[in-house]
């Protein structure tokens, strides 16, 4: 089993509906990250966790938010998709500042 | 703020061919330095990484070197397999004291290596 494992791995939604994408780790990592991949403009940070009394806002927060349920679960929301939030999602982990993230496999959410 | 600027892509090689992708970075503090391969369909998987200056990272036959002076982390490999055709992103990790800093990565350069 993969140690980062994001639910679902596609979605379609229509514009104006609420979603939730999943994180679940098992690596016993406090900080988790949620991650935009849009083509030629890298991974862009959304929202980050280092603990679960702890919620920041990364530089393209707008429009997003989540929920840090446990240690080993980070949710992200779009409480209205809008179409330019069509991008693949990606959650990972560190175990602490300036060590290497793990990611997961990546959401692919289309907003029609 | 800290940032990281790489290579456009795409870069096209042949096989057995020497690689170099560049990446510059700029920080506040202490960054640990970072390459990052997406194979297609997948994730990132961390390729290598540096924690300090001189320090040279190296995996699967790729290296980089921190190079503090010219602010650089330069992907290296001597002969790529067409297996190596992937996007790769350089990123860092801010060290400086008090920073909360997580990881910032450039903008990816996609690699093919044809046969």
């Known amino acids: 089993d993969a140690d980062v494992t994001q639910t679902p791995r596609n979605r379609i939604t229509k514009t104006g509906k609420r979603i939730m994408l999943e994180c679940s780790q098992t690596k016993g990592h406090d900080r988790m990250y949620w991650y935009r991949q849009d083509p030629g403009l890298g991974l862009r940070l959304i929202y980050y966790?280092?603990?679960?009394?702890?919620?920041n806002k990364g530089e393209i927060s707008d429009g997003y938010s989540v929920s840090r349920q446990a240690q080993a679960k980070f949710s992200l929301s779009l409480e209205s998709a809008i179409p330019n939030q069509t991008a693949l999602y990606f959650c990972a982990t560190s175990e602490r500042l300036g060590t290497e993230a793990f990611f997961g496999q990546g959401t692919r959410l289309t907003v029609v | 703020g800290d940032s990281v600027t790489q290579m456009e892509g795409p870069v096209t090689l042949s096989e057995e061919a020497f690689l170099t992708i560049n990446c510059t970075y700029t920080?506040?503090?202490?960054?640990?330095l970072f390459w990052y391969v997406q194979y297609p369909g997948e994730g990132l998987q961390l390729l290598l990484k540096?924690?300090?200056?001189?320090d040279k990272g190296s995996n699967k036959g790729f290296e980089a070197t921190y190079r503090k002076e010219t602010t650089s982390f330069h992907l290296e490999k001597g002969s790529v397999q067409v297996s190596d055709s992937a996007v790769y992103f350089c990123a860092l990790s801010d060290q400086g004291s008090g920073s909360a800093r997580q990881l910032t990565f450039g903008s990816g350069t996609q690699l093919t290596v044809l046969p």
């Open positions: 920080a506040t503090g202490y960054p640990s």
């Open positions: 966790s280092f603990d679960v009394k702890d919620i």
């Open positions: 540096a924690t300090k200056a001189d």
